[in-house]
């Protein structure tokens, strides 16, 4: 084999190689992006489907800074719960791949600790964002026009 087929074997590798972190990473924000938007619903859903609630609690006369503070500590603990199993279950799945492929690599195992926060923060904006939309919807309608 000469210099030539060797260095067009590399590029061809390499080409490959592109074309495939393309398509993985295409596939992950994809992921990532259906994630975001079923957080964002589910914790929008939830609020508004207790809208009622949140309206008979400040018609006996709870404040909205009483009211801001029993939704944002729903919210802190559906975060919690989602980190909590997140987090064990993508350590658990990264030992398993780690496993199986330590058999073809010498790689040593390494928990990706900054992306664990940077999806954490996201996770914790999401539900941020969600919440205060839900806020603004419930402090629009009336006590009145809610309970008929």
């Known amino acids: 084999m000469n210099q030539d087929d060797w260095h067009a074997r590399i590029q061809a590798q390499k080409s490959t190689k592109k074309v495939v972190d393309i398509c993985v990473n295409s596939f992950i924000a994809f992921l990532a992006l259906i994630s975001a938007i079923n957080i964002f619903n589910t914790i929008y ?3 508004l489907i207790r809208k009622k609630d949140f309206l008979v609690l400040k018609s006996l006369g709870a404040s909205n800074k009483k009211l801001n503070k029993i939704m944002n500590l729903e919210c802190l603990f559906y975060g919690i719960n989602a980190v909590i199993f997140g987090v064990f279950i993508s350590i658990w799945i990264l030992y398993v791949l780690y496993i199986r492929m330590v ?13 664990i926060i940077i999806c954490i923060i996201a996770l914790y904006l ?3 964002l969600a919440l205060n ?3 603004k919807q419930i402090d629009k309608d009336e006590i009145i026009e809610i309970t008929k």
């Open 126 to 128: 999401l539900i941020y």
């Open 45 to 47: 859903s939830s609020m």
């Open 103 to 115: 058999e073809t690599s010498l790689l040593a195992f390494e928990i990706p600790i900054l992306n």
């Open 133 to 135: 939309k839900a806020k």
